[in-house]
């Protein structure tokens, strides 16, 4: 699991420092979850086809031990998906 | 050494001990054997490095000259036919290849095509055939004779009486034995027809099985195969439609609902883009699918508040704030698909 994030720190005279782009931070992040999928398919033809799906997940990707002032992050989202077919043998 | 003029005087000195002063009679000397030496070095730079006439080494040798540029003349024949012997080479390859296809495509009758010259053949002998043929018949037939190639059938289209009971008794014994359809049966054109029973003892065959009031089957049975089913085979691709096994290319777009999180500025929707490659295993309406994707989700609205006290000449307090912007994740798809025509409903199961 790859994070990108800003990254901010503050000191006591309220000086700000923002670093951009700091990626690999995963702290307060689940790295692991399972998803599921319901998709529709129609094949426009021999190769191609295009769908729709809706996609949830099962787990809490934030771990509240870290994170403590949150409600917690779920996947759920609706979508559209192309299928191509390279090739059948 | 007091000033310029003795530096001077003492440069002189040192220049005329090394001889370095200017001698016009020595640079005339010289000049005149340059002079001399013109025409032969003229000579060596034409006709070679030896720098003098008066050696053979040096000399324009016309015989080898003569030889080189009938070798030269002849390996750039020689390039020339090689050059256009590759191209007759690469124009005949592609006019082999071109043939073979050609022939190839010629070589195998589209069963669709041979269906419908059959259906079209059976319906212009609807008059001139017997109403009935038994079951029996078939198996009769197929006791005494070997089986029946399908395309002499169809090279006899002069003789429908002969077709017409062909195709009653395949149709039956399709029926009946469950055998392989026709549309598995390819014909080749090349192949020398043979007909193992003669037209006239088939319909004397069936006129004197049917006059022993055996099991009739009526032309409106629905055990015989009417023309228009017949017709449907043409309608159906060469190439199966479920093949064994696919690889696939599957990107996907979602639209999120973002969480809600800690951060001031919240987004209401995020994003979840994935692309990945699929290897199906099909099977009659069914399939199950393996693969490996990466997906990028945006819309966290999240970040992770630390504070650090540092002491140093004072106290320092270190407000350190991430804000989670996107997650990357790698996952292996594993599902299940249900073909119903042109409609696929799946269902993907992702540890990521």
């Given at each position: 699991m790859v994070n990108s994030t800003y990254h901010r720190y503050t000191n006591y005279n309220s000086d700000e420092l923002l670093v951009k782009n700091?990626?690999?931070?995963?702290?307060?992040?689940?790295p692991f979850d399972l998803r599921l999928k319901l998709m529709y398919q129609r094949r426009l033809n021999e190769n191609l086809a295009v769908g729709v799906n809706v996609s949830t997940g099962f787990?809490?990707?934030?771990d509240p031990n870290i994170i403590t002032n949150s409600k917690g992050m779920k996947e759920f989202s609706v979508g559209v998906n192309v299928q191509y077919t390279l090739f059948r043998r | 050494m007091n000033n310029w003029n003795d530096i001077e005087k003492k440069i002189v000195e040192d220049s005329e001990k090394l001889g370095m002063t200017f001698q016009e009679g020595y640079w005339d000397e010289m000049e005149h054997m340059l002079d001399e030496n013109d025409e032969d070095i003229a000579s060596a730079a034409l006709y070679?490095?030896?720098?003098?006439?008066?050696?053979?080494?040096?000399l324009f040798q016309e015989e080898y000259w003569d030889e080189m540029s009938l070798i030269l003349d002849k390996e750039d024949r020689r390039k020339r036919r090689a050059l256009w012997l590759r191209w007759t080479f690469h124009a005949a390859a592609v006019l082999l290849l071109m043939f073979t296809v050609f022939n190839h495509n010629n070589s195998t009758v589209d069963i669709s095509n041979s269906n419908q010259q059959l259906a079209d053949s059976t319906q212009s002998s609807k008059e001139n055939t017997a109403k009935t043929a038994t079951a029996s018949t078939a198996e009769n037939l197929n006791k005494n004779n070997a089986?029946?190639?399908?395309n002499s059938i169809v090279k006899r289209e002069e003789d429908q009486t002969a077709i017409k009971s062909e195709l009653l008794t395949q149709n039956v014994l399709r029926k009946r034995n469950?055998?392989?359809?026709?549309?598995s049966i390819k014909l080749e054109k090349s192949s020398k027809p043979e007909m193992s029973f003669q037209p006239e003892e088939l319909s004397q065959q069936t006129s004197s099985l049917a006059a022993l009031s055996l099991p009739t089957i009526s032309l409106?049975?629905?055990e015989i195969v009417r023309s228009e089913s017949l017709n449907g085979f043409k309608n159906k691709?060469?190439?199966?439609?479920?093949?064994p096994i696919s690889l696939n290319l599957v990107a996907s777009s979602n639209v999120a609902l973002a969480p809600k999180g800690n951060?001031?500025?919240?987004?209401r929707i995020g994003s979840n883009t994935s692309l990945g490659i699929e290897l199906t295993k099909h099977q009659v309406n069914w399939s199950l699918s393996l693969g490996a994707n990466f997906s990028h989700k945006t819309g966290l609205n999240h970040e992770l508040l630390r504070t650090k006290a540092t002491y140093g000449t004072r106290l320092y307090r270190e407000h350190q704030s991430v804000e989670y912007k996107s997650i990357g994740s790698v996952g292996i798809p594993v599902g299940v698909n249900y073909h119903r025509k042109r409609d696929v409903f799946g269902i993907r199961l992702t540890p990521t």
């Open positions: 700091n990626y690999g931070i995963k702290e307060g992040i689940n787990f809490n990707q934030i | 070679g490095s030896g720098g003098s006439s008066s050696g053979d080494e040096g089986p029946t190639p399908l469950n055998s392989t359809p026709i549309s409106n049975s629905p691709p060469r190439r199966n439609r479920m093949l951060i001031s500025n919240q987004s």
